[in-house]
């Protein structure tokens, strides 16, 4: 069993930025990989990033890449997600999700947080 918890959102104006984390327990969190998605108003979840059990090759959607980065800390079962150059089209409510299996960009992981939002004004 994991819980994930995310924290960081808010309100910022564009071209800001925000470090999403995304907090896990269990003792096992370094076998997992992890993934961030997000949610606008009426619109599909969306996969942002993911980062697999070994931090090697992290993934990101074409429209976040070269502004946000994801990052883990093992030891503080910690995923980061710094977001830089923030856009009024990146707001919505960002989740972090984790599974033994790396689902890559699929929604298909098993554990999911409750979500922070993130709004960025013009």
């Known amino acids: 069993q994991v819980q994930l918890v995310e924290s960081g959102g808010g309100s910022v104006q564009a071209g800001g930025s925000l470090r999403l984390s995304c907090v896990a327990s269990?003792?096992?969190?370094?076998?997992?990989?992890i993934a961030w998605f997000r949610q606008a108003p009426g619109k599909e979840r969306e996969f942002v990033s993911r980062i697999s059990a070994s931090g090697r090759g992290p993934d990101y959607v074409d429209s976040v890449k070269g502004r946000f980065t994801i990052s883990r800390d093992n030891a503080k079962t910690t995923v980061y997600l710094q977001m830089n150059s923030l856009k009024p089209e990146d707001t919505a409510v960002y989740y972090c999700?984790?599974?033994?299996?790396?689902?890559?960009?699929?929604?298909?992981?098993?554990?999911w947080g409750q979500g922070t939002q993130v709004t960025v004004s013009s």
């Open positions: 999700a984790a599974d033994r299996i790396d689902y890559g960009l699929r929604p298909n992981y098993h554990y």
């Open positions: 269990g003792r096992t969190f370094g076998n997992y990989a």
